[in-house]
């Protein structure tokens, strides 16, 4: 499996903060004896913060998860995701995949699916995948305890499992963001990271024509777009990106559709 745009191809930040950890011990030995010692250890710590903050915020880094974010394909397929649904407009998306003969995949928070067991049923019969995007989708999510990431994950594969019959493979973590502890967390699941290459930022109070034009002036063979149905305009920029991939001979497929493109 082949990523794109990362960093790295393994995560590294084991390997980052022994090496951190050295410079820091060793640049606070030099400042025992000479003040020189500052100039090396304040730009050490300096830059292992702003290199972890954009590693963290970064899903395509690769510093702390291994995340597929695009594949490099030949054929003219998309992947086309939507995160923290189920909501009410999830129907109306699915109307319009459908009129479309479309496929996508869903990342859903095991709290809201739990609440619309038929929508959930309804992604599941019409061939498209369901993801998992953790159970409530907190702002602190990435500031939990080990123990707490891996209920929030746990519980959404139970009820993703319960109402569909098997358990995603896929997991999205909340706002794209990992960290040591998401990391730790995961290795507990036989789930693989999915990140995205093109952020619509349909969230944002951007102008819908915005909106789809960034998404469309950017889309390749093998991306992975990144949807919410949460998003106030989502049924109107689906429906422009829909006509788009149908005039220029596009494929909108599932996660897992696409991974067999780069395989085959």
Known sequence: MI???SWFQKPIYKSLDLITMLVVISGAILICFTPAGWYILLPVVLFWIVFSA???????SGVYVSAVCSMPVKEKVVCLTFDDGPCETTEVLLELLKSHKAKATFFMTGSKALEMEPIVKIINQSGHEIGNHSYHHKSWFPLMT????????GNTQEVIQKFTGKSPVYFRPPFGVTNPLIAKALKSFDLITIGWSIRSMDTTKRKPEIIIKKILNQIRPGDIVLLHDTSEHIRFILEQVLVYCSQKNYRPVTISELIKSKND
């Open 3 to 5: 990523m794109r745009s």
């Open 146 to 153: 080990v123990k707490k990431i891996k209920r929030e994950i």
């Open 54 to 60: 954009l590693a963290s915020y970064n899903i395509s």
